[in-house]
Nanobody, 123 residues
Framework: QVQLVESGGGLVQPGGSLRLSCAAS?????????????MAWYRQAPGKQRELVAG???????HYADSVKGRFTISRDNAKNTVYLQMNSLKPEDTAVYYC????????????WGQGTQVTVSS
């Protein structure tokens, strides 16, 4: 069973920065197998559907939603089974609960969703 634990969220003023972490655990990752999975960050704002924010492939190819390009950076540390999201120049519209997972189809992630981490951008 895969467990995804997101952390690093909080309250930040517009223009500020946060770094989110997602630690993945489970037997399927044993023996260094985490590095075969594409990973992604998603977010869900109140009253809205969950949306893809950024993704990273096993070969470190990154892609971003247009709304965060140039401000967010996704990275991964395969030795730690962890994915990061560096968020700079935060805007109020970035306020949401942020989740990580593998590639999702609709609202179904590759694995069960974690609890997410709340990011609130407000002055």
């Amino acid at each position: 069973q895969v467990q995804l634990v997101e952390s690093g969220g909080g309250l930040v003023q517009p223009g500020g920065s946060l770094r989110l972490s997602c630690a993945a655990s489970g037997s399927i990752f044993s023996g260094g197998m985490f590095n075969i999975y594409a990973m992604a960050w998603y977010r869900q704002a109140p009253g809205k559907q969950r949306e893809l924010v950024a993704g990273i492939t096993p070969s470190q190819i990154r892609h971003y939603a247009d709304s965060v390009k140039g401000r967010f950076t996704i990275s991964r540390d395969n030795a730690k089974n962890t994915v990061y999201l560096q968020m700079n120049s935060l805007k109020p519209e970035d306020t949401a609960v942020y989740y990580c997972n593998g590639p999702a189809t609709g609202d179904s992630g590759l694995w069960s969703w974690g609890q997410g981490t709340q990011v609130t951008v407000s002055s």
